[in-house]
Structures are given as structure tokens and as C-alpha cells.
């Protein structure tokens, strides 16, 4: 069956970095676009970062493009994300998803002083 999990998250200082991966398996993840989405307390899931299939396409939120950058390794069925000068707004549980459809478990992103 499909299998999303996410790691990488964790505590960091405004301005910090982080690195999230997301582990595929269970179907041919080379076909499939992958993205990654957030939900703040309170608020509604968002899409974060969308990439396509092979890689060469890649879209952000307007609240993270220049900070975050989203990639993939087909060889490994992995894609990730990579936060950089993190904000007190970017704390949320983090999410990857295959296309439209399945989704990770998610990994809490905390960033604070």
C-alpha cells in the first residue's frame, strides 16, 4: 500500500534551517508529483511547495518562495524540503503528498526563541 513519512522536524531558532524528507513506498513514485503542505494551529492546511514528477518543475507559496526549497531523489523514492531563515509563522505540522491523493502522518516543525 502507499506509505508517505515524513522526518526532519523538530525545534529551531528564528533565522535556523531545517532539512524534512519524505520516504515513499508502495507505488511507482516516479510518476507521481509530490508536494508539501502545512497546517498551523488554528488554521487550514496549506500548500507549501509543489514539484513535478521528474523534478524540472517546481511552484511555492508566496510566504516561503526564496526561503524553502523542495526536491527529489527517484532513486530513493524520496522528496524533500529544505527551510532556511525560518519564522515564528512558519511553526506548523509539516506534510507531503502524492499528487492529489494520499497523504503523510506529518512532522511538527517548531521554530521559536
Known amino acids: 500500500q502507499v506509505q508517505l513519512r515524513e522526518s526532519g522536524g523538530g525545534l529551531v531558532q528564528p533565522g535556523g534551517s531545517l532539512r524534512l524528507s519524505c520516504a515513499a513506498s508502495?507505488?511507482?513514485?516516479?510518476?507521481?508529483?509530490m508536494g508539501w503542505y502545512r497546517q498551523a494551529p488554528g488554521k487550514e492546511r496549506e500548500l507549501v511547495a509543489v514539484?513535478?514528477?521528474?523534478?524540472?518543475?517546481?511552484n511555492y507559496a508566496n510566504s516561503v518562495r526564496g526561503r524553502f526549497t523542495v526536491s527529489r531523489d527517484n532513486a530513493k523514492s524520496t522528496v524533500y524540503l529544505q527551510m532556511t531563515s525560518l519564522k515564528l509563522e512558519d511553526t506548523a505540522v509539516y506534510y507531503c503528498?502524492?499528487?492529489?491523493?494520499?497523504w503523510g502522518q506529518g512532522t511538527l516543525v517548531t521554530v521559536s526563541s
Open positions: 503528498r502524492r499528487g492529489f491523493d494520499a
Open positions: 508502495g507505488f511507482t513514485f516516479s510518476s507521481y508529483a
Open positions: 514539484i513535478s514528477s521528474s523534478g524540472s518543475n517546481r
